[in-house]
């Protein structure tokens, strides 16, 4: 059973080597894959083999890649019926729609409120959130969600003077406001 996660962010050459995932940068490293769980591939120039797909469906292994964006955007899972990643699948397909909705606005509640810890490390205690809603229904998880980012997107703008981006449906009335100062 795998324990470890690998996640692989510079450019780099995977190969299979006996049992092990071999791992090829300025050096190389070798991690049997029977203690892998799941191995994140997360930059663009990273090549891998044929065998080491082969391997990680063998191992029961889920491969993940990322865009550009560093989120996930593609997955690869063994499709062996007894393995446990088939398993969990299985079962999120099954689960009823309002145990799904609920599930979900317990995801979204932990994001607004990871959003409100990093704004207060960040020093941006201050940031009103009056109009977030709390999410108590799961039918209004996305809309809390969106007013949520909104809030972000506000305390986010552009400082005179410093370079920024600024996201939201009054994006250009921050930046004017900030080049005219």
């Known amino acids: 059973m795998g324990w470890r996660s690998v996640m692989i962010s510079r450019p780099s050459r995977l190969r299979r080597e006996h049992f092990s995932l071999a791992i090829e940068q300025e050096q190389t490293a070798f991690i049997p894959f029977e203690d892998i769980a799941v191995i994140v591939l997360n930059h663009r120039e990273i090549n891998l083999s044929h065998p080491v797909l082969s391997a990680c469906a063998e191992y029961g292994i889920s491969l993940f890649s990322t865009g550009d964006n560093h989120q996930p955007s593609g997955v690869f899972l063994p499709f062996l019926p007894h393995s446990r990643t088939h398993r969990v699948l299985r079962l999120q397909l099954d689960i009823a729609r309002p145990l799904a909705k609920q599930a979900w606005a317990s995801i979204v509640r932990r994001k607004i409120e990871n959003q409100a810890a990093c704004l207060r490390l960040a020093g941006r205690d201050g940031i009103g959130r009056h109009h977030v809603r709390p999410v108590d229904k799961p039918g209004n998880a996305p809309e809390a969600l969106r007013l949520a980012l ?27 406001n900030d080049v005219a100062r």
């Open 150 to 176: 909104r809030e972000v997107t506000v305390a986010a703008t552009v400082e005179a003077g410093k370079l920024g981006v600024v996201v939201g449906s009054k994006a250009d009335a921050c930046f004017q």
